[in-house]
């Protein structure tokens, strides 16, 4: 890592506006060398616009992109040059076997003979590929296309990686391989942007920002932004009747959600609202109906929690 | 790296992956191969304006020895089966279940009034006159032979390019224009819209792969398509079918190339109006369906009113056609047609601009 204010992606003020509507919202945007930066959000949030934009394939209405210091709205070639790209979907050819998509992959970023050989050969060994090469990538199992996926966007050894939900689908274990090699390739000093909505794999990111409407309502570390307190606070009920509690919660006045998680349950109450209140009419309920209570205490925060309290501050 | 240089490098792979998906298709393989010669056995052997074997029925009432030796000098025109009915009424049942053409009719008093009645299925205009005329034109002539007379003025008729007006050379070589055609419109539109549908398309814009060198790598392809079909067809017409080939090939090269510009961009134009491999066919369809009606192929354009022939101006199958007719049957010299293929260039241009700007 060089120094904190050289990134490898910047992006400043950055907006997108399809008629009325503002898909992305004046968003800053930077990832330094070796970070592994995620962009969170629902669907329609803004995220794939923003991603899009970065990667050059759909210019932005306002606002400056700067990827490994090279201009990408007046510069989009060059710039594409130094990224690799991973789409949601295989996007590679199906009718192509792996071998001939990577060949193409590597010609299409200028790389001819010898040197083609040797990148192609090295990325279907990081991926292990190579037993697969001669398979239609389009009969390929998803995980495999996904690791095809990020072959073809790390021949020209790019220095910088976009990741759009580049795990959807995938089954666990390989989701996990996935994130290994992430964390391998950060570590060589790639800067990596990886849009995702599962919360655990937000978890395994340097850094992160949420997404809402077209602008960025929260950023920060993982760590820091489980640390921010909630407003409305969780109580966790471990109670092999909670399936009777969790009818019964719905009707308290201080219950804001029950949410099953687990076998447990997590109830959130309303913002100012005092915990005893509510550990008094579980008390209540659980004598008066004979429902046993194993466990109950407030909750540890998740980054849901986190994320749901920053939403719902933010719709007022 | 030189910017050219990894721009040849870019098209080189990018024409690489074209011809192996085209190649490796078996369903591109068919329809490259399969729709051009089942187009050149329709056309070669069923599709025909001459009258052969005409069934036709025959009253005869007056059966008088004039009669008779009429009905004997149609039939020896050969062009004409002739089947003997009692009456009028059987006749046109006959014809109204197709079983037979015309109806010849001789009345009772045919010796006084000299009248022989034609009836013709005007179902179906263009045989009906065709018969009409021609079995009019057999009697005329045995009738003035049997009296001993001279015909009133000798017309002696010739046809170049083709002796015997026979339709085939010229519907075979059309076959060409129009397989051209169909083939590299709905081979641009398509493969350029299920880029779109399956995200390959965009997953190629995020290299430094400019939209320009993929739409001259995917129309190269298909344009060698184009090509191939050309030669494909005319070996099969001179070898098969004994059209003959009396131009020069490198005429016909140079206006399937102009030609291909055109076909090429509008199925560019289609693939830019497209979401869906389906709808580009549809559309396709749509426009190549009056293309070839207004361009000569099989109705001559002279026959059409005024304000229609003017729009065939803006055809370019018209000009190939023109051209692809005179390579095989005329062989008249390459600048005889200049304007032709000027047109055809002028349109082949204003099309690629159309559709590359619809693109952008």
Redo the contacts between chains.
């Keep these: 890592m060089k120094t904190d204010t050289a990134p490898l992606i910047r992006a400043e003020d950055l907006s997108r506006r399809f008629g009325e509507f503002t898909a992305v919202d004046r968003i800053q945007v930077a990832v330094h060398p070796g970070e592994v930066f995620g962009l969170l959000g629902a669907n329609g949030a803004g995220k794939t616009t923003a991603i899009r934009m970065l990667?050059?394939?759909l210019p932005p209405t306002d606002g400056r992109i700067e990827v490994a210091g090279v201009d990408m709205v007046r510069h989009a070639?060059?710039a594409?040059?130094q990224?690799g790209?991973v789409?949601q979907?295989f996007?590679?050819?199906?009718?192509?076997t792996v071998l001939?998509n990577l060949?193409?992959?590597?010609?299409?970023?200028?790389l001819?003979g010898v040197r083609r050989r040797d990148r192609v050969d090295a990325t279907l060994h990081l991926l292990n590929l190579t037993d697969r090469q001669a398979v239609m990538a389009g009969t390929l199992p998803l995980g495999y296309q996904q690791r095809l996926g990020l072959a073809a966007a790390l021949l020209h050894e790019p220095q910088v990686l976009?990741l759009d939900e580049p795990t959807s689908g995938v089954d666990p274990m390989a989701r996990q391989r996935f994130w290994e090699l992430i964390y391998t390739l950060a570590d060589s000093g790639i800067g990596i942007l990886v849009t995702t909505h599962y919360m655990d794999e937000a978890l395994f990111c340097d850094r992160l920002a949420l997404m809402q409407a077209g602008r960025i309502v929260a950023e920060g570390e993982p760590e820091t932004l489980l640390r921010r307190p909630l407003p409305t606070p969780i109580l966790e009920l471990d109670s092999p009747d909670a399936v009777i509690f969790e009818r019964l919660a719905q009707d308290w006045p201080e219950v804001r959600e029950v949410i099953p998680h687990a076998g447990q349950l997590r109830i959130r109450l309303h913002a100012g609202t005092d915990p005893a209140a509510l550990r008094a009419r579980i008390d209540q309920a659980a004598t008066a109906r004979r429902l046993t209570v194993t466990a109950l205490h407030p909750a540890t925060p998740e980054l849901e929690d986190a994320f749901v309290a920053v939403l719902e501050e933010n719709d007022g | 790296?030189n910017p050219m240089?990894?721009s040849l490098?870019?098209l080189?792979?990018?024409l690489?992956?074209e011809f192996?998906?085209l190649l490796?298709?078996p369903r591109m393989r068919f329809f490259m191969i399969i729709p051009p010669l089942f187009q050149l056995m329709a056309f070669g052997y069923a599709a025909s304006f001459d009258v052969h074997h005409a069934e036709i029925a025959v009253v005869d009432q007056a059966q008088t020895a004039t009669t008779r030796e009429l009905l004997a000098a149609v039939a020896a025109t050969g062009s004409f089966t002739l089947h003997y009915l009692p009456d009028v009424a059987t006749a046109s049942v006959s014809i109204d279940r197709g079983q037979v053409r015309a109806l010849l009719r001789f009345a009772p008093d045919f010796e006084t009034k000299h009248t022989a009645q034609i009836i013709a299925d005007g179902s179906d205009s263009n045989s009906a006159q065709m018969i009409t005329g021609q079995l009019s034109q057999a009697l005329q002539h045995s009738a003035q032979t049997s009296a001993g007379l001279d015909p009133p003025i000798q017309v002696e008729e010739r046809a170049w390019f083709n002796d015997n007006l026979d339709d085939r050379p010229y519907f075979v070589p059309g076959i060409i224009a129009t397989i051209v055609l169909i083939t590299t419109v709905i081979l641009t539109a398509m493969t350029i819209v299920r880029e779109r549908e399956?995200?390959?398309l965009?997953?190629?814009?995020?290299?430094?792969?400019?939209r320009l060198e993929f739409l001259v790598a995917k129309m190269a392809a298909v344009a060698s398509v184009g090509l191939f079909d050309v030669l494909l067809i005319s070996v099969i017409a001179v070898m098969w079918f004994d059209v003959p080939f009396r131009g020069n090939i490198v005429g016909l090269l140079a206006g399937s190339g102009l030609f291909l510009m055109s076909t090429l961009g509008i199925g560019l134009l289609i693939s830019s109006y497209s979401d869906t491999q389906q709808q580009a066919q549809l559309l396709a369809f749509f426009v190549i369906q009056p293309m070839v009606v207004l361009s000569g192929f099989a109705f001559p354009i002279q026959n059409m009113p005024e304000g229609v022939q003017w729009l065939t101006w803006l055809n370019p199958l018209r000009y190939y056609l023109l051209i692809i007719r005179d390579v095989f049957l005329k062989g008249s010299p390459v600048g005889t047609h200049g304007f032709e293929y000027g047109m055809m260039a002028a349109l082949g241009i204003a099309t690629l601009l159309l559709s590359l700007r619809r693109v952008k």
Aim: with cysteine.
């Design positions: 990667c050059g394939m070639r060059r594409r040059g990224i790209y789409a979907r996007s590679l050819y199906g009718d192509l001939e060949k193409l992959q590597a010609g299409l970023y200028g001819t976009f | 790296m240089r990894a490098i870019r080189r792979v990018l690489g992956k192996l998906q490796r298709d399956f995200g390959t965009e997953r190629l814009l995020v290299t430094p792969v400019a």
